[in-house]
């Protein structure tokens, strides 16, 4: 017996000792991944693209610790920040999907999906703040249904998509707000467009009781 117990002593020291090298390197992979995601945000592409193949050599690493599945799971939230970073950042490139995702870990790579909606929301937000093209701006709300209605198709059991309902419900609400936002931005602009049309003289009493 006490060669067996020695045996699971050894046994739970190895993993042990996983555990933490899996729990710090997804750490530091997620926290690039979320710098990535800022610098997006703050059209630094070129920091974006630092942090990113940061990311990515983390991810290398990472995915070395598959062969421990009963461990695996701690680097999954990690994981999903890094496909929300690499999506988000082709769209954002390109305007359009990417072709192939960076690994197809099923609970990281849909949550990360749906999490790129508000990503995406808050993009467009931005953009039309500052009085970006429309256009740009509705096609990223296609592109923010494209991926709704995309990972809907994957109706399985919670624990097999990592809790995706709940962030599709999420999603759902954001495009919702997005299209309304997107109106009231498109009827601002004409408003002001169609005032900025009008005569000098007329602007200027346009006011006036």
Do not use: C, W
């Not at 467009?124 to 429309?134: A, F, P, R, Y």
């Amino acid at each position: 017996m006490k060669d067996d117990l020695e045996k699971i002593r050894r046994d739970l020291e190895e993993k042990e000792k996983v555990r933490e090298e899996l729990i710090k390197l997804s750490r530091d992979l997620r926290l690039n991944a979320s710098k990535a995601i800022a610098n997006i945000h703050a059209n630094k592409m070129e920091k974006t693209e630092e942090y990113l193949r940061k990311a990515e050599n983390l991810l290398k690493k990472v995915e070395e610790y598959r062969k421990y599945p009963e461990l695996f799971y701690l680097a999954h939230d990690a994981l999903q920040e890094f496909v929300e970073a690499f999506v988000f950042k082709h769209i954002v490139e390109n305007m359009g999907l990417p072709e192939k995702l960076p690994f197809q870990i099923p609970q990281p790579v849909l949550g990360g999906l749906a999490d790129v909606i508000g990503e995406l929301r808050r993009y467009s937000l931005s953009l039309m703040v500052k009085g970006e093209d429309l256009n740009k701006i509705r096609k990223i709300i296609e592109i923010m249904e494209e991926i709704y209605y995309t990972l809907i198709e994957f109706d399985f059991h919670d624990r097999l998509t990592g809790n995706l309902r709940p962030k599709l419900d999420v999603a759902r609400n954001s495009i919702e707000r997005t299209k309304s936002d997107f109106i009231a931005a498109r009827i601002s602009r004409s408003v002001s467009h169609s005032f900025r049309s009008l005569p000098s003289r007329t602007r200027n009493t346009a006011g006036d009781p």
